[in-house]
């Protein structure tokens, strides 16, 4: 008979090495799914945002219902979010995903369109003056110019996101939220620390490299600064 | 469609309103954490932003508690506060976890609205002899009062939501009819807890637009920070 192992795992310690020694592939699949959950999330919410803060950018009729309903979705709380899907997609990932892109909507068409409508008017004229057709308008000098306001809000939902898909771990898709879940349950200390402490750093991580995307992006406004 | 009315009937089914696991029990509880956690969340952040916004000292502070507020995912706290001692007592980490959260809108709104006001309206406050105590209630705090209000709308409407989260970790209220209904794998339980929350945290928001609607002038929000 062999004593049972003196480490930190049998002491559960907060703080435990050879749990991240022991359990890495686990870590590392968890945080691949936390990672792929969010970029789907965020890059689908942003393929819809950005027609529809040009549609309600031209149509100002539009703009009420959208903001309105991208705010209504926004105030639901995201365990009955997952919940109300959960006859449409059932317990898959696409669950996690659609609440997810419904929840970046609403932050995502509101700063799109905060950005469209600063666009100078003397620039709008400006451009239209010299030959520009209304997509090319569009393409070229709003959109690039609402940038900025686009990648503040890009961020926000990014990082919103990131902290969101914990909670897919109740329908079994939550990521680092699934370690959390799981080892709630069993008390597992170092467990829990180890993947909250990841999704914060995969949070600000996200936020650091959108900023470089949008240092990259706008150099203009480097430019001004200085 | 067969979902929504099995879910119909589950809501319908007065046997599930009555006895501690009831909707009105768990409705209660949800109301009681909200607004104990809202007047807690209030009177640690509100003097702390007032006396920061009166001094003009510590925006960047108010700014990044916000900004990591958002990155940390408020189930990881939960859990984490359950592992630990004061997970012993009963509602206590969930009090403490809704309380963290509903601190950064609160802090950041108060002290830009302080901020916001108009340096010369402060200097005037000056000029006539007015000493700091009654320029801050006087003069500033009536003027920030539009941002500080919606600072409590936008904490109350996330405590709202977030007190849903905590029924993940074994806390009470609303959310616990879904995930009690995720461990009797009963999806009419589910979507019926889906649609109560979600109704409940849009009364919420209802009430908090109708109230700032009927209010004096004074007290309209300017717009949204945070």
Known sequence: MTAPPDDCLARNEWICGEYLSTRRQIIVDAVLQHLEL???????????????????????????????LTTVLYTIPSLAMFSLLLPVYGLSASLVVAGL?????????????????????????AARGMGYGPIRLLLTVELPLALPAAMAGLRIATVSAVSLVTVGAIV???????????????????????????????????????LGVQRILTPWTRAVRS | MNTLSDAWQWLTD???????????HRLTQHLVLTVVCLILSCLIALPVALVLGHLGKGGALAVNISNVGRAVPTFAVLVLLLLTPIGRWGEGPTVVALVLFAVPPLLTNAYVGMRGVDRSVVQAARGMGMTGRQMLWRVELPLAMPLVLSGVRIAAVQLVAT????????GGGLGRIITAGFNLA???????????????????????EIGERLAPGWARGRGKTG
């Open chain 1, 101 to 125: 892109v419904l929840y970046s909507l609403t932050l995502l068409v509101r700063n799109i369109l905060a950005g469209l409508r600063a666009v100078p008017e003397d620039t709008r004229q």
């Open chain 1, 38 to 68: 969010t970029a789907v999330s965020v890059l689908i919410a942003l393929v819809i945002a950005v027609p529809l803060a040009v549609v309600a950018r031209r149509w100002a009729l539009a703009a009420g219902p959208v903001l309105a």
């Open chain 2, 14 to 24: 007065s046997a599930h309103w009555a006895g501690d696991d009831g909707i009105w």
């Open chain 2, 163 to 170: 007190a849903t989260i905590a029924a993940l970790a074994g």
């Open chain 1, 172 to 210: 079994g898709f939550g990521g680092l939220g699934n370690l959390i879940y799981a080892g709630m349950n069993t008390y597992f200390k170092a467990q829990v620390l180890t993947a909250s402490v990841l999704c914060v750093v995969i949070a600000v991580l996200a936020d650091l490299l959108l």
């Open chain 2, 186 to 208: 009963s999806t009419p339980q589910v979507v019926a807890g889906a649609v109560l929350v979600a109704v409940f945290a849009l009364i919420v928001e209802g009430l908090f």
